[in-house]
């Protein structure tokens, strides 16, 4: 059964850093796609970040050079990096996963795994 849980939202400042965590637990970090997607209040929900099994990571043109993914296998554990955040980054983030995923389509399938959603407030 696999399972995906975020945390890390929070509310901050504009101009102001958040991580956010996603912890798998069913199958291997190392060997999916994992990715960040999240989605405002009244909004479509939108790809944010992903990083494919083999590495390759994609970043949504809004938060290049603002988000930074990585990812520690050893703990089944996705980690993004929020700096320099602005108002419009507030929205419920989701860690989404799949083995069959691609970073360009921030791992999105049909079949894909959801978390169950962390919210980040920007003010």
């Known amino acids: 059964h696999v399972q995906l849980v975020e945390s890390g939202g929070g509310s901050v400042q504009a101009g102001g850093s958040l991580t956010l965590s996603c912890v798998a637990s069913?199958?291997?970090?190392?060997?999916?796609?994992m990715g960040w997607w999240r989605q405002a209040p009244g909004k479509e929900r939108e790809g944010v970040a992903a990083i494919a099994a083999d590495g390759t990571t994609n970043y949504a043109d809004s938060v290049k050079g603002r988000f930074t993914l990585s990812k520690d296998n050893r703990k089944n554990t996705l980690y993004m990096r929020m700096n320099n955040l602005k108002p419009g980054d507030t929205a419920m983030y989701y860690c989404a996963s799949d083995p069959n995923g691609s970073s360009g389509g921030f791992c999105a399938t049909p079949f894909n795994y959801w978390g169950q959603g962390t919210q980040v407030t920007v003010s």
């Open positions: 069913g199958y291997a970090a190392s060997s999916v796609c």
